[in-house]
């Protein structure tokens, strides 16, 4: 059942509004006399214990906070929740209890085991507030400290049963699994304690040293495997061909066989080419060494030879200048 607030600041004026109006007929009885200055002092304490009465009968429950009321007699009011604003209690016999209803951040960290024995750390991070509507039953079993008692056992207890179904290496290649079910299992846990959780995500995911060492070692033979794999596989490869090649050329001199003996004339034919080729290199090697004595080496006779259309004695010469150049080495 939730009361309905009331303007603080107004009451606050009007109560001060009054004291100031027995100040004044107060200081009117004294200049009267001796009897009207008594009368005045009674006025004056009276509304000082007016004011004081009515002080600690209001209280005020700020933003995003609600109250519950504890009397001496009946203990906690399961039936009342009060909502932000002005409210009354009776003095002394009454007293709130303020809860602050916004979420709050916590980190929370556990070591535990994975399913293949593994050694993890790991952390999340978790807003949680309470349930509104029944903080009359969470202070009767938890006290206003609720997080505090709560959510540190709640999260160990998850977070062990959550890595335990896992495998080291599943925890990180299925990191998105073993978040979502976390945060299921935690939400339906903290329901039990009238704790609402807002987000739950984990934050930090770590392994032992022995074990990140034993990870990069498997991925670094794993790598040299794959490059071995790759060696071979050339190899392989390289090997298939050259045996092609070879029966190509072997092909290549089957059938260059099979046509010399049914047609004599292709051997000729392929006599001709290779003169042709030959003659080509030899030309291309004294237009070189003709070069090389007409421009270089400044033998002019030589030249003639081959400008007159002389090769035959062209070829002499340069015999010759050879055999001279030895000579006189």
Not at 96 to 119: C, E, N, V
Not at 160 to 168: E, L, T
Not at 185 to 207: G, P, W
Request: a positive charge; glycine letters at 6%.
């Amino acid at each position: 059942m939730f009361l309905l607030p009331h303007s603080h600041h107004h009451i606050q004026h009007e109560l001060q509004r009054f004291i100031q109006h027995l100040r004044d007929l107060a200081g009117r009885m004294s200049s009267s006399g001796g009897k009207g200055a008594g009368l005045g002092l009674k006025l004056l304490l009276g509304a000082g214990a007016l004011a004081y009465g009515i002080k600690e009968a209001t209280y005020t429950v700020e933003g995003g906070h609600r109250a519950i009321i504890f009397n001496r007699i009946g203990g906690v009011q399961m039936d009342t929740v009060l909502a932000e604003g002005l409210h009354f209690r009776i003095p002394w016999f009454q007293y709130p209890i303020i809860y602050d209803i916004r979420a709050k951040p916590r980190k929370i960290s556990s070591l535990t085991g994975s399913k293949d024995l593994q050694m993890v750390n790991i952390g999340v991070r978790v807003l949680s507030r309470p349930m509104a509507s029944n903080l009359p039953a969470m202070y009767k079993q938890l006290g206003k400290d609720y997080d505090e008692r709560v959510l540190p056992s709640i999260v160990n207890e998850i977070l062990k049963s959550v890595v335990a179904k896992f495998n080291a290496s599943q925890l990180i290649t299925q990191r998105a699994q073993v978040s979502l079910l976390v945060r299921r299992e935690l939400f339906e846990r903290a329901k039990d304690f009238n704790i609402i959780l807002d987000d739950v995500a984990i934050t930090e995911l770590s392994f032992s040293s022995q074990y990140t060492a034993a990870v990069e070692a498997k991925q670094v033979a794993q790598q040299e495997a794959q490059r071995a794999q790759f060696y071979v596989e050339k190899a392989k490869q390289d090997q298939r061909q050259k045996i092609i090649q070879a029966e190509g050329e072997a092909e290549a001199a089957r059938m260059l066989g099979q046509a010399v003996t049914k047609n004599p004339g292709y051997l000729k034919l392929r006599r001709i080419r290779a003169a042709q080729n030959i003659a080509k290199t030899v030309s291309t090697v004294v237009f070189l060494l003709w070069f090389h004595l007409c421009f270089v080496l400044k033998k002019s006779q030589i030249c003639m030879l081959w400008d007159l259309g002389r090769p035959a004695e062209f070829l002499i010469e340069v015999k010759m200048s050879f055999v001279t150049a030895n000579i006189g080495r």
